[in-house]
């Protein structure tokens, strides 16, 4: 992997530039619309990336507008039903639900975005670089896989974070998560591009002398791209619910700072007697799940060039 | 067949009654794009024992006009007028009820032997089952009859063969079980459809035998579907060409081929590549492309590429007129078409340059210095055994020895068929994969384990265009990006790479415009022109063509080695052209290399080749290979090899043709140990002709009778 082109289509912006290359530009250009274009008219991709675009919102600023925190106050009365004060509810300790399903919101979503960019870049260079190169190379990059696949993720957890001190932070939460989640992304990836490679269009690069990094970049990951972002989209969920289990056997996120993953936790016995604390976290979840699900699909159909434009 | 004991069909008492009737049929099979209108009104009669050919290319309609016959269309497919099979109508019935026929009447033969076989019955149990199917026979009787069968469609040693899975067969064999299958219950009508396309040359020589011989036993009508003319030529009395869901001329073979009364039939004659072409003749390419079925066609669909189309043409559909007894064509203006020939029809579509060269002066290109030299090149794949230990069980003896020279200017043609180890050369030709031993040279420079980015700078001259012109371009890059790729890797893209590329789209006949389209927008002869123009970005010197062209239809096909001549003549390019179709190589080359079993048996210049071959399986080869004229077909001595080709596992020893060689067959016990033991070597015959035979004589294998074909 010795040079790693630049995809140097557009030429320097130079004033003096006599011909501004109107195909190649116009290319470029072209295809970010069609892809634009395409994930637009994704009715299903466009809702979900609404609502998340408002999570979002929700998450980050709700919590300068709203006059409750994450935290105990003295003021709030505890276990109290939805009102319009503490619109969903309070906790026995005295939380404001509406307060930590903010700072909740915010916290999950940093960690399992985190996690899925960290997990997929990785992960699908990885399992591109394996399935490229085969023979003993894959063996012993694929053996790696295996190894931390079988690990009990809870168990390295624990040895881990056991020895970062001064609590757990958010980040360091995402990493280990990412640290132990990539291997599922690399396997699927390794997969598909062991097919690829095959392929004649991989030979034609090499037979015009392309680096394996181009090779790599330009055209096995391009054309993994459906399966890696199935994936990783699976990947979202897998992680909130990975966060949830590290926070509630002490090792993730700890109070006083909450995640969604805590909260159900925290309300596990209350989702009877006291459903304000249980619904909204698990709500949350649910949304943030799906509409990552919906984003994903669009995504990957409109990079693919084969689809055809048309509404669904 | 002596032992057919149902009552003769009350069709066969009217002799003269015909066994399959169509008459105006439609289908119409409704997809998310809306209706395809595949078959669009056609009408043909047969007769028991007559041969009717039905050709045309891919999308005409072929296929699914003859998978009605058997009611086998897609249950949404909407299908109106009539067909009649011994009286029987078809049209309308239900599923249940044509099993009747299907079989008993009408068998069918497809193209892919291998998905028409049960993998996990023996070969014996799936005719039985056929022939029980319709008939009450015990099962010694109906056993009997199997073996009976397969002795008559040429498998060897029936008796012990009926008992082999179909996996155990030759792509050949199971083709000729699939015929035996299909004669079992001696059917009116045998539909065959493309049945040796998927097969090589020599073996579809066995297979058509083996179906003639089908005829004979069975007497049944026989439809054979294929786009090979030279197909058509020799096995059918009439033929019908179709053309976008429409048959546009039918007839006796003889008329249809020598008096033409239809521009597109015309067109396919004059664009069909022919090994008893005069040499280095071009073809006549049919300008533009076939309309896609879903088209709404109004007029003459041949219109937007018939060079004699008027305005009536596109309003007034051309009905089929009787130009004699035996002859109809649908064309306005078919009278304008006697004596014409192809080039003169499609004249003006030809560039300037790809005029018919006049046939006095030979092509006289000067060879030039060695280029690109190959000396013993050896290529063993390892086999491993399945399972969790993949241990090394064998090897594949891909290519053994090969040595080649391509000289400057050149084409050099490396032919043989699937499997012998032509593509593997090739690639090894270009470092693309590393030999086994031996040794790459390219002006001198020892290409041979250098590494991949010593070699970078050296692909520039060497560049290579693919055989599947959908596998070899990156779905997921446009076609500019494509053809950038070779100047952004080499960096010469900063300085003028884009009016580079438009310069090459230009170059290859495509619109710089269509740049930014990916590669599933273009059609199979405008993506193989897409990888041509990858190709030639960096200006090589030599291209390595890899079956560039048998992946397309003939029509197209003929524009695109009419575009790699004269790119060769433009750009004083070296190709090494890889092919298992002779009459291709003989359009192009300058040179051949004959390989078998990875080993190359003769080389000689074209010429040579074609009047004097002298190694036996050359000779076979090039008996094999169809000629698209009817009266020369049926005059040609055939040399039908026996057998299949070898596993490239266990090679013969001595000479790998042995055990299908002709010659070796007439030996005497002495001679036949020498071939046996000892390994011919290329011997020298003077006039750059060298023969691995121990005994080689030359003679001319399409036979001595025949001066070059003229166009008629
Ligand atoms: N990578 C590989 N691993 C194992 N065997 C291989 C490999 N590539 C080719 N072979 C075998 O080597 C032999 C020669 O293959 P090759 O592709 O060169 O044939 P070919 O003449 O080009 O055939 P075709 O006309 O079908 O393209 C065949 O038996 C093939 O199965
Ligand atoms: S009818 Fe007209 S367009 Fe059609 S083939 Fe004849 S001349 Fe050409
Ligand atoms: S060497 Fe013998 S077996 Fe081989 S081709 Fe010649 S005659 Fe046939
Ligand atoms: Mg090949």
């Known amino acids: ?312 | 067949m002596t032992s057919t004991n149902h009552a003769p069909n009350p069709a066969t008492a009217a002799a003269d009654a015909p066994v399959l009737s169509v008459t105006d049929l439609h289908v119409r099979i409704p997809t998310s794009e809306g209706d395809v209108h595949a078959v669009r009104g056609i009408s043909y009669h047969l007769r028991r024992g007559e041969a009717l050919g039905i050709v045309g290319e891919s999308g005409s309609g072929k296929s699914v006009s003859a998978l009605a016959v058997l009611g086998l269309l897609p249950r949404t497919a909407r299908v109106s007028g009539s067909i009649q099979v011994a009286g029987y109508e078809v049209v309308g019935r239900k599923d249940a009820e044509l099993t009747r026929i299907r079989g008993a009447r009408v068998a069918m033969v497809f193209q892919d032997p291998l998905t028409s076989l049960n993998p996990v019955h023996p070969i014996g149990t799936q005719i039985t089952e056929a022939i029980h199917a319709h008939r009450d026979v015990s099962r010694a009787a109906a056993r009997e009859r199997a073996v009976e069968l397969l002795r008559t469609v040429g498998i060897p040693q029936p008796e012990q063969r009926i008992d082999a899975y179909p996996h155990e067969l030759s792509g050949g064999m199971r083709q000729r079980v699939v015929l035996a299958i299909a004669m079992a219950n001696d059917p009116d009508v045998i539909i065959a459809d493309e049945p040796t396309t998927a097969l090589d040359v020599t073996v579809q020589a066995q297979v058509l035998d083996a179906l003639q011989a089908a005829r004979r036993a069975t007497g049944a009508a026989l439809v054979l579907i294929t786009h090979d003319l030279g197909i058509a030529a020799g096995h059918v009395d009439r033929v019908a060409v179709m053309y976008a869901g429409r048959i546009v001329e039918t007839g006796s073979v003889d008329e249809v081929f020598s008096s033409p009364q239809m521009p597109y039939t015309l067109g396919l004659l004059g664009s069909q590549p022919r090994m008893d072409a005069a040499p280095h003749s071009r073809l006549v390419p049919i300008p533009g492309a076939p309309p896609s079925p879903d088209h709404q066609l109004s007029g003459c669909a041949f219109a937007p590429r018939c060079p004699l189309a008027k305005p009536v043409c596109r309003t007034s559909t051309p009905q089929l007129t009787a130009v004699s007894d035996t002859h109809a064509a649908a064309c306005h203006f078919a009278d304008q078409l006697a004596g014409i020939r192809p080039e003169e029809l499609f004249a003006s579509n030809t560039a300037p340059s790809a005029n018919p060269l006049p046939e006095a002066v030979e092509r006289t290109r000067s060879r030039g210095e060695p280029v690109l030299v190959a000396e013993g090149l050896v290529k063993h794949f390892p086999v491993r055994s399945k399972g969790l230990i993949r241990r090394r069980s064998g090897e594949i003896h891909a290519v053994c020895d090969v040595s080649l020279t391509l000289h400057a200017h050149q084409t050099l043609a490396l032919v043989g068929e699937s499997g012998c180890g032509k593509s593997t050369t090739a690639r090894m030709l270009l470092n693309l994969i590393p030999p086994t031993r031996g040794r790459v040279s390219y002006r001198g420079q020892t290409l041979t384990g250098l590494s991949s980015s010593r070699m970078r700078p050296l692909r520039r001259s060497m560049q290579i265009v693919f055989q599947d012109p959908f596998a070899s371009l990156d779905p997921r890059m446009t076609v500019f990006d494509a053809v950038a790729e070779p100047l952004r890797v080499h960096g010469q893209f900063r300085n003028g790479g884009a009016e580079r590329v438009r310069e090459l789209f230009r170059l290859v006949g495509l619109d710089p415009a269509h740049g930014n389209r990916y590669p599933h927008e273009f059609s199979g002869g405008q993506r193989q022109r897409v990888g041509i123009a990858r190709a030639l970005a960096l200006e090589p010197e030599v291209l390595v063509l890899d079956e560039p062209v048998s992946a397309l239809d003939v029509s197209v096909q003929a524009g695109v080695i009419n575009l790699l001549e004269e790119l060769q003549e433009r750009l004083g390019l070296s190709y090494l052209f890889v092919s298992h179709d002779l009459a291709v190589v003989r359009h192009l080359a300058d040179q051949v290399a004959v390989m078998y079993l990875g080993r190359i048996v003769e080389t000689a210049p074209v010429e040579r080749l074609f009047t004097a071959a002298a190694h036996p399986y050359t000779q076979a080869l090039i008996s094999a290979v169809p000629i698209p004229d009817p009266r020369r077909e049926r005059a040609r001595q055939r040399i039908v090899l026996r057998g299949d080709v070898p596993s490239p596992m266990h090679p013969p020893s001595g000479c790998r043709f042995r055990t299908r060689c002709p010659v070796f067959a007439r030996l005497t016990e002495a001679e036949q140990a020498r071939c046996a033991t000892e390994v011919p070597t290329l011997a020298d015959h003077g006039n750059d002709h060298a023969v691995a035979c121990h005994y080689a004589v030359p003679r001319s294998p399409l036979g001595d009778a025949f001066p070059p074909h003229r166009t008629p």
């Not at chain 1, 040895?159 to 599922?184: C, E, P, Y």
């Not at chain 1, 004649?200 to 181009?214: K, T």
């Open chain 1, 1 to 312: 992997m010795s040079d790693l082109h630049p995809p140097a289509s557009t030429p320097a912006p130079s004033a003096s530039a006599a011909s501004p290359d109107p195909v190649d530009r116009s290319a470029e250009h072209g295809q970010l619309r069609m892809v634009a274009t395409r994930f637009l008219r994704h009715r299903m991709a466009m809702a979900s990336l609404t609502v998340l675009v408002l999570t979002v919102l929700f998450a980050f600023l709700g919590p300068l507008l709203w006059p409750w925190d994450h935290t105990v106050h003295r003021e709030i009365l505890p276990n109290q039903p939805p009102s319009w004060a503490h619109p969903f509810g309070t906790t026995n300790a005295g939380h404001d639900v509406l307060g930590q399903l903010m700072r909740g919101t915010q916290q999950t979503l940093k960690v399992a975005l985190t996690v899925s960019v960290l997990a997929t870049a990785f992960g699908a260079l990885w399992g591109a670089v394996a399935g490229y190169y085969r023979g003993w190379i894959d063996a012993v990059m694929m053996r790696i896989v295996d190894v931390l696949m079988v690990v009990p993720l809870l168990v390295a957890v624990a040895a881990i974070s056991g020895n970062v001190r001064g609590g757990t932070t958010w980040w360091a939460v995402a990493l280990i998560i990412a640290l132990f989640s990539w291997t599922t992304i690399a396997r699927v990836v390794r997969g598909v591009v062991l097919s690829l490679r095959e392929q004649e269009f991989v030979e034609a690069a090499r037979a015009a002398g392309a680096s394996d990094a181009r090779i790599v970049l330009h055209h096995l990951l391009p054309n993994a791209a459906g399966p890696t972002i199935v994936a990783a989209t699976l990947l979202i969920a897998t992680s909130i619910l990975l966060e949830a289990s590290m926070s509630f056997l002490g090792f993730g996120i700890q109070a006083p700072d909450i995640s969604l993953g805590l909260m159900i936790d925290n309300a596990r016995t209350a989702a009877f007697t006291r459903p304000w604390l249980f619904y909204p976290p698990g709500l949350f979840i649910v949304m943030i799940c799906l509409t990552i699900n919906f984003i994903g699909d669009g995504l990957r159909d409109a990079l693919d060039p084969r689809q055809t434009i048309t509404r669904r």
